[in-house]
């Protein structure tokens, strides 16, 4: 029973100093996390685009005290820039 | 209460108003009112973390007030609540960005194009600027106390000012009482504070720790299961006119869950 509670409780510290990361992270680049996320998506439509078959991502990542947006874009062998969509 | 917009405040800093804006709106959309909850603590928001909607910000209230954003966009619908919207304050900008009249202009509009059923404002500690915004477009008010002397005295004052704006409907939300410590007779009962203040109560929330954990996730404690989630739907209820009777914390012996379980078992 206290076993659940320590979990549980561990459990939602761990949320806390994730949230905690991201949250300072946003407010000290003085951007808000909303339009990094649209600006994520609209990339990787983007990268989509032309990289159709590839499991590019693009993520928020801490670097020292700077946030920047990474992009990983896999450039195999065979792949070729696909049909566009529109 | 009938006032449609409702300001939550205290004088007092740290008693709870965030955390009492976040559950009794989640709790009011749970029970089938279109609410939004709004943010007026420009430079310091924290009503986004606590319902947990942070990552979803992309406007805020200032750029509403400044026109650089429709009022639709700033307003963050939650997915987990049907019904329940957050408008987010500003984080870099400060607090002479909020004109009272814009404010209230902007109120006005969420009610008439956007049809919302109840708007709650989490107003910033202090009787500075910031409240007096925040305070503006209110009929009713909700003002957070903790049981102790210096939340007691800055509710009165409070309450004075409240008074002053023409803020029809107040009620007490009595905030971290402590069931065994007022029934040892350590703390200020419910009773005593609705005597002193002389405001009725509209709630009476326990001190929880569910509260932590819930504000940990980001997750009003009113979708789960806790004391002070179930005191939060209790009053939201209230304000929406039920009559649901106040559990009589002060009357519970000493010690709690276990002292009567002492007494049960026919123990001292
Ligand atoms: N009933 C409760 N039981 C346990 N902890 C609580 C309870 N209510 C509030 N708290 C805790 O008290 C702290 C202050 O709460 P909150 O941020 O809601 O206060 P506030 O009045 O909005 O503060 P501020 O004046 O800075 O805006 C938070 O850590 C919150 O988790
Ligand atoms: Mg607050």
């Known amino acids: 029973m206290f076993g659940w509670f320590k979990s549980r409780e561990e459990r939602s510290k761990e949320a806390l ?3 905690l990361e991201l949250v300072l992270a946003y407010d000290r680049a003085n951007v808000s996390p909303g339009k990094i996320d649209a600006l994520r998506a609209d990339l990787l439509e983007v990268v989509r685009k032309h990289f159709p078959a590839g499991e590019s991502s693009i993520e928020v990542e801490q670097m020292g005290d700077k946030m920047v947006l990474s992009a990983n874009i896999p450039l195999e062998s065979g792949t070729r820039p696909g049909p566009r969509r529109g | 209460m009938d006032a449609k917009v409702i300001v939550v ?3 007092k800093g740290g008693v709870g108003k965030t955390t009492t804006t976040a559950n009794i709106g989640a709790a009011l959309a749970k029970q089938g009112e279109k609410t939004a909850v709004i943010d007026v603590d420009v430079g310091l928001r ?6 947990g909607l942070e990552s979803r910000v992309v406007f805020d209230l200032i750029d509403v007030l400044e026109g650089k954003c429709k009022l639709n966009q700033a307003l963050i619908r939650d997915k987990r609540v049907e019904n ?3 408008m987010p304050a500003s984080q870099t900008r400060d607090k002479d960005a909020l004109d009272p009249e814009v404010f209230k202009q902007v109120i006005d509009r969420l009610l008439n194009e956007e049809g919302f059923d109840r708007i709650l404002v989490d107003s910033p500690a202090g009787i500075e600027s910031g409240f007096k915004t925040a305070a503006a477009p209110a009929q009713g008010a909700l003002v957070v106390v903790n049981p102790e002397v210096s939340s007691v005295r800055d509710a009165d004052r409070i309450i004075g000012l409240l008074e002053a704006h023409q803020v029809g409907e107040i009620r007490l939300v009595i905030n971290r009482l402590r069931p065994a410590m ?3 007779g350590n703390m ?3 009773a005593d504070m609705v005597n002193i203040l002389n405001v009725k109560p509209i709630g009476i929330i326990p001190e929880d720790d569910g509260i932590i954990v819930s504000t940990n996730v980001g997750e009003p404690a009113v979708l789960g299961q806790s004391r002070a989630g179930q005191a939060f739907m209790d009053t939201a209820r209230r304000i929406r006119g039920e009559d649901v009777p106040f559990p009589v914390y002060g009357e519970e012996p000493a010690g709690g869950f276990w002292a009567r379980l002492r007494k049960l078992l026919g123990g001292a």
Do not use: F, H, I, W
């Not at chain 2, 924290?46 to 319902?51: F, G, I, R």
């Open chain 1, 17 to 19: 100093r994730d949230r």
């Open chain 2, 9 to 11: 405040t205290s004088g």
């Open chain 2, 46 to 51: 924290n009503l986004d973390v606590v319902m």
């Open chain 2, 84 to 86: 329940l919207y957050l």
């Open chain 2, 182 to 184: 007022v029934a040892s």
């Open chain 2, 188 to 190: 200020l009962s419910e």
